[in-house]
T-cell receptor, first 117, second 115 residues
């Protein structure tokens, strides 16, 4: 069965610090997708990135970067020079197949990031 | 128009009430999803619709009844709910279902409180 572990429940940093959110996953599938979503206090899950299992290239988008390491089953997310607007709950997710045969997203429990001014 | 909208944003209802949650997507997608997010629990998939057909019911109690009249609209009809059903209900859509079905985009959610 698929599983996503986000060991960090809450992280608090001061503005301009770099912060890394950890994500470790388990799957027996050879083809799968990994995702990160951001959930600000308003509630909406905002899509950040999708990565397939065959693409281990790291990705950078502005202040955000992702490190995909298949060898350690990890898909970590780093925010460089954090800002107050980055405060949110961040979810890592893995695509998997449900008991009913449908594709579903398996979410971690989320990491609450607080960036203080 | 934002991609996925949900109404109402907040709902308070008694256990004997009947209410409905509405979701609308403007992304031209063919798959729509309902999720439940409770405090301190991971997001739980409830229902999946692909091309208007229900393809997943994740052992959801019958007091939750989904309806998908077309690929752009999804409803969740609620009746005789329990206080433990209080949660954030999130709707999502994707191009279609399946591993290659693309990313799921979420609406802002409906915060439901059952008294």
């Amino acid at each position: 069965a698929q599983k996503v572990t986000q060991a960090q429940t809450e992280i608090s940093v001061v503005e301009k610090e770099d912060v890394t959110l950890d994500c470790v996953y388990e799957t027996r599938d050879t083809t799968y997708y990994l995702f990160w979503y951001k959930q600000p206090p308003s509630g909406e899950l905002v899509f950040l990135i999708r990565r397939n299992s065959f693409d281990e290239q790291n990705e950078i988008s502005g202040r955000y970067s992702w490190n995909f390491q298949k060898s350690t089953s990890s898909f970590n997310f780093t925010i460089t020079a954090s800002q107050v607007v980055d405060s949110a709950v961040y979810f890592c997710a893995l695509s998997g197949v449900s008991q009913g045969g449908s594709e579903k997203l398996v979410f971690g429990k989320g990491t609450k990031l607080t960036v203080n001014p | 128009e934002t991609g996925v909208t949900q109404t109402p944003r907040h709902l308070v209802m008694g256990m004997t009430n009947k209410k409905s949650l509405k979701c609308e997507q403007h992304l031209g997608h063919n798959a729509m999803y309902w999720y439940k997010q409770s405090a301190k629990k991971p997001l739980e998939l409830m229902f999946v619709y692909n091309f208007k057909e229900q393809t997943e019911n994740n052992s959801v109690p019958s007091r939750f009844s989904p309806e998908c009249p077309n690929s752009s609209h999804l409803f969740l009809h609620l009746h005789t709910l329990q206080p433990e059903d209080s949660a954030l209900y999130l709707c999502a859509s994707s191009q279609h279902e399946g591993l290659a079905g693309g990313t799921q985009y979420f609406g802002p959610g409906t915060r439901l409180t059952v008294l």
